[in-house]
């Protein structure tokens, strides 16, 4: 027996964490005017790059149940699943998943299914499944990594940093006329994941160099006690500013370490480039 950990496409999942353990993800929808692809499809240069030349934002949509239903059914039967799901506050996604489980246990019921809500996304769910995957390499059983991880989601911090309100305002998700004040003044949005895994403004912001700043603050708001735990960060085309930020949070924090990647399509759509993410435990 082996347990299974599956994801979905508002993960991003860094490659020292993948290699690790075979995790499965199954892709999200993202849907420009004339083109539809699965979030696993699309290059992120090609993505960014169609955005620039239509001025559209594409939406996004959540995985069917039965594309969770044929993920399901590809893993051997005697392999439990542990499905840790992109935030059911922001996306059917968990639901879907939820559906699937129900439907193949209607023909399979000694199958051991487990959907987690992560209430959380990106670099959170990075951050949970690397809980999980040293759990595994522990020994721990299904129902410990269950058990333990749906307490790992209640400490979960995610906060946000958007370099630009662009992709908020194309979203439709700012008022257009709002949003060019804040532009002309400069502001930038701190947010964070709220505890039902909403997407919430903490702080607002003047200046890029100040927003970094209180963005890096904020951690301290959340943990003193860094020597244990990991902190995962995720950029939207903006490498070299994702790791001079992060130099900046290991220069400040005692983190034991710390993972980095690119967000993916999902949730570059939402954040536009520039934006920064990162996850770990409170206190």
Do not use: W
């Not at 929808?29 to 934002?57: C, M, P, V, W």
């Amino acid at each position: 027996m082996e347990i299974q950990l599956m994801t979905d496409g508002g993960a991003d999942i860094p490659v020292r964490i993948s290699s690790l353990r075979d995790i499965k993800v199954v892709p999200l929808y993202i849907h420009f005017k004339e083109d539809h692809y699965k979030s696993s499809e699309i290059e992120l240069a090609n993505f960014f790059q169609k955005i620039r030349e239509t001025g559209e934002l594409p939406r996004s949509s959540a995985p069917s149940p039965n594309d969770f239903y044929e993920a399901y059914k590809q893993v051997d039967p005697n392999n439990p699943i542990i499905m840790l799901s992109l935030s059911k506050a922001l996306s059917s996604t968990y639901d879907n998943a939820v559906a699937a489980k129900t439907m193949l246990l209607e023909e399979e019921p000694n199958r051991r299914i487990a959907v987690i809500n992560t209430k959380t996304a990106s670099c959170g769910i990075a951050l949970l499944l690397h809980e999980s995957v040293k759990m595994l390499e522990h020994q721990a059983s299904f129902e410990e990594i269950v058990n333990h991880i749906e307490e790992r989601v209640e400490q979960t911090t995610t906060l946000f940093v958007l370099k630009s309100l662009d992709n908020l305002i194309l979203g439709g998700r700012l008022d257009k006329v709002k949003g060019a004040i804040a532009k002309t003044l400069n502001i930038k949005l701190l947010m964070r994941a709220s505890s039902e895994g909403a997407i919430e403004v903490s702080e607002k912001v003047r200046g890029e160099k100040k927003s970094i700043r209180r963005f890096i603050e904020q951690i301290g708001d959340y943990t003193r006690n860094m020597e244990d735990k990991i902190i995962t960060l995720t950029h939207c085309n903006a490498e070299e500013h994702a790791k001079g930020v992060l130099a900046e949070i290991m220069d400040k924090y005692s983190f034991k370490d710390s993972y980095i990647t690119e967000t993916g399509p999902l949730i570059s759509t939402y954040g536009g480039e520039g934006a920064l993410v990162i996850s770990f435990f409170k206190d």
